[in-house]
């Protein structure tokens, strides 16, 4: 199941690029999304995360995406 709709997610590559961004961007507010896409409550809850970062999203506040199963 793929996520369907526009959405406004950061997807970082491993935790040294969460941290170069959270460091060049000190003045925003990230909600980062740790997920394994294997697991079926990560997928199900992909459509979710991606309406709210379509919603939300502002300058200062952004939303990012890490999977951990790489």
Known sequence: ???QGPELI???RGPQTLDE???RHKQTTWLVCLYA????ACV???PVFAELSASYSLDNLKFGKLDVGR
């Open 1 to 3: 199941m793929g996520v």
């Open 21 to 23: 961004e959270l460091a």
């Open 44 to 46: 199900n809850f992909a």
């Open 10 to 12: 950061t997807y970082f």
């Open 37 to 40: 896409a294997w697991h079926p």
